[in-house]
């Protein structure tokens, strides 16, 4: 992945999961099964993302992240139409 913001979203992941720096990251890993990114684990990467992103994600949009993929495509839409 070479877009920056997918870059800047695999870095917080990397840091949410607790994966080394060297762990290759793809669209269509889960993010639970995959990442082991739990319930608690979700919500403290929807705190980075908004934090490290400055966008606002609505809590009930984060069932609908099942892999990378979906995470990726989720934030290019906050960026695209930030949230005022």
């Not at 990114?37 to 949009?61: N, W």
Request: proline letters at 2%; charged letters at 25%; zero cysteines.
């Amino acid at each position: 992945m070479s877009d920056v913001l997918d870059q800047q979203i695999d870095g917080i992941l990397k840091e949410v999961a607790e994966l080394p720096e060297s762990f290759e990251i793809s669209g269509e890993q889960n993010l639970r099964t995959d990442l082991g990114i739990d319930s608690l684990g979700m919500m403290d990467l929807v705190v980075h993302l908004e934090a490290k992103l400055d966008i606002a994600i609505r809590e009930e949009s984060v069932g609908s992240f099942a892999t990378v993929a979906d995470l990726q495509r989720h934030v290019r839409e906050l960026t695209a139409s930030p949230v005022s």
